[in-house]
Nanobody, 119 residues
């Protein structure tokens, strides 16, 4: 199983980006998925997460600006980021709990995608 994150880039403050987290390989089900970020010199933090049933939670710093969603048919989770601020600059990682056909669940990380917001 591979987990890959896409969609980062350079954007001006107030702009938008959409990140994608795509799982590939032998997958029975994708359970909870989270987006994390790590800014230079800071610890990795949870930004948002979505359960297998679609329930979501968000860090206070992104509520009302970021939206997480999932397309189970495509094994993909999206992070729509609007009204971006310079303090959103970070490497964004996705994390997923994925089950195989033997119902064994394992934690996977994507490789990270850099989001840079200029002021």
């Amino acid at each position: 199983v591979q987990l890959q994150a896409f969609g980062g880039g350079l954007v001006q403050a107030g702009g938008s980006l959409r990140l994608s987290c795509v799982a590939s390989g032998t997958i029975f089900s994708i359970n909870a998925v989270g987006w994390y970020r790590q800014a230079p010199g800071k610890q990795r933090e949870l930004v948002t997460a979505i359960s297998s049933y679609g329930s979501t939670n968000y860090a206070d710093s992104v509520k009302g600006r970021f939206t997480i969603s999932r397309d189970n048919a495509k094994n993909t989770v999206y992070l729509q980021m609007n009204s971006l601020k310079p303090q959103d600059t970070a490497v964004y990682y996705c994390n997923a709990l994925i089950s195989d056909y033997y119902n064994r669940a394992r934690d996977y990380w994507g490789q990270g995608t850099l989001v840079t917001v200029s002021s």
